[in-house]
Nanobody
Framework: QVQLVESGGGSVQAGGSLRLSCATS????????MGWFRQAPGKEREGVAV???????SYVDSVRGRFTISQDIAKKIVYLQMNSLKPEDTAMYYC???????????????????????????WGQGTQVTVSS
């Protein structure tokens, strides 16, 4: 059974930083993508960043240059380092894991479209991030 557990959320002032973690269990595929998504109250869920098992990463325009996605494959943890936070970053943040055994072309597709969520099968429960002005 695959489980994703996010942690690291909290309340910070604008300009501050947080690091989110997503611990995975039961997810043993060697070719995959992991993504971070967020959803603010009254808004649709949106993609934030994606990382592939090969190490490629991509970001949506609104966070590029401020957020960094990374992974510790041995520990099976995916991180999202968030710097220069803005009030508009306030949301529930979710990590997600794709179907396993992706072909390289499928990984490339998810990296090309970090905002897409339809290819992700497993989701965590979320961690709240609140940024005050």
């Amino acid at each position: 059974q695959v489980q994703l557990v996010e942690s690291g959320g909290g309340s910070v002032q604008a300009g501050g930083s947080l690091r989110l973690s997503c611990a995975t269990s039961g997810y043993t595929y060697s070719s995959y993508c992991m993504g971070w998504f967020r959803q603010a109250p009254g808004k649709e869920r949106e993609g934030v960043a994606v990382i592939s098992s090969a190490g490629g990463a991509s970001y949506v325009d609104s966070v590029r240059g401020r957020f960094t996605i990374s992974q510790d494959i041995a520990k099976k943890i995916v991180y999202l380092q968030m710097n220069s936070l803005k009030p508009e970053d306030t949301a529930m943040y979710y990590c997600a894991a794709s179907l396993g055994n992706l072909r390289p072309s499928e990984r490339s597709y998810l990296l090309r479209y970090p905002a897409r969520s339809d290819q992700y099968k497993y989701w965590g429960q979320g961690t709240q991030v609140t940024v005050s002005s």
